[in-house]
């Protein structure tokens, strides 16, 4: 699996191994360009200045998502349809500074950890589940065996069990 963030804004075009390329368009709209060629069209509502992406080149799937935007899209470069929005997050509806988002590689799915919540998310698309809203300012701190434990702003701990998604009691 790789996994990266770019700085579209900087760069304009980025590639995934097996995947394809990727250019801006504008601010909203990246192109896909495939392993036969033919390219996709898809757009991100709030902006594509930073994208992250996780892909599995034996698998020939991978996820992009934005720093700042809700849609979250399922690439499938052989498969029909070739892009999709797999999830949308619930993020934060104030200033955009304030969004934040890291991709976690987790045995053959994705972890998606942004500023309210959690997703976890197979690389085909396939949503496991989704844990929101957390409080504003929650840290990531870490992730065990079956576990995900978060530091909230009251500096209580909020953890997450990693098969369910469920908030786990503490002690």
């Avoid at 396939?126 to 434990?149: N, Q, T, Y």
Wanted: proline share 3%; aromatic share 8%.
């Amino acid at each position: 699996m790789t996994q990266a963030v770019v700085a579209f804004a900087l760069t304009g075009s980025f590639t995934i191994d097996r995947i394809g390329d990727f250019s801006r368009i504008d601010a909203k709209k990246v192109r896909w360009r495939g392993l036969t060629a033919d390219t996709t069209d898809f757009t991100f509502h709030a902006g594509n200045a930073f994208l992250h992406y996780i892909a599995d080149a034996d698998r020939l799937v991978a996820l992009v998502a934005s720093e700042i935007s809700d849609e979250v899209y399922a690439l499938d470069p052989i498969g029909s349809p070739r892009s999709r929005v797999a999830a949308q997050l619930r993020r934060f509806e104030g200033d955009a500074g304030m969004r934040h988002l890291k991709l976690i590689g987790l045995n053959g799915d994705a972890l998606i950890y942004y500023e309210q919540g959690m997703v976890r998310i197979g690389l085909n698309g396939e949503v496991r589940w989704i844990a929101d809203p957390f409080p504003l300012g929650s840290v990531l701190d870490s992730i065990g065996a079956d576990v995900v434990k978060l530091s909230r702003p009251d500096d209580e701990q909020l953890t997450i069990s990693l098969s369910t998604g469920r908030r786990l009691l503490t002690k």
